[in-house]
């Protein structure tokens, strides 16, 4: 019978400590993003993080509306030790993860997909959709 307690470590883990630090992560960085008064950053949303292994480094990445640009990279870079501090000050963890911060790769894929569909002939585009809803 099992009491959800393995005999050693306490209770079992559902998912992987690296996905348990990515998310809470990825939430502490985008609330001291709220709170960080740069202009170049208000439209910056951040979509998730991938920690290496060992904790020590993380890659966040992150969408903007409309294009992503070098200047937001640029204030990303220009906050980070304010994002790492934050990080520092809200998760217990034995040492703070260097960030790197990276365009998510699938918000860009999903904006080329749609403007894809949108040039699509509308007879087309109707005929993919009930392709889709079949599948």
């Known amino acids: 019978m099992s009491t ?64 992503v640009t070098e200047e937001i990279a640029n204030a990303l870079e220009d906050e980070r030790h304010a994002l790492q501090k934050a990080i520092g000050r809200e998760v ?4 703070t993860p260097h960030l790197r911060f990276v365009p998510d790769p699938a918000i860009e894929t999903g904006w080329k997909i749609e403007a894809i569909l949108k040039d699509l002939p509308r007879d087309m585009a109707a005929s993919a959709d009930e392709e889709a809803e079949d599948a």
């Open 4 to 67: 959800g307690h393995s005999r050693s470590r306490g209770p079992i883990r559902r998912y992987p400590r690296t996905a348990r630090v990515d998310r809470v992560v990825q939430e502490v960085v985008a609330d001291a993003l709220e709170r960080i008064d740069d202009d170049r950053l208000n439209l910056v949303t951040i979509t998730g993080v991938k920690s290496d292994p060992d904790l020590r480094q993380a890659i966040v990445f992150y969408a903007a509306r409309g294009e």
């Open 92 to 95: 217990r963890m034995k040492f």
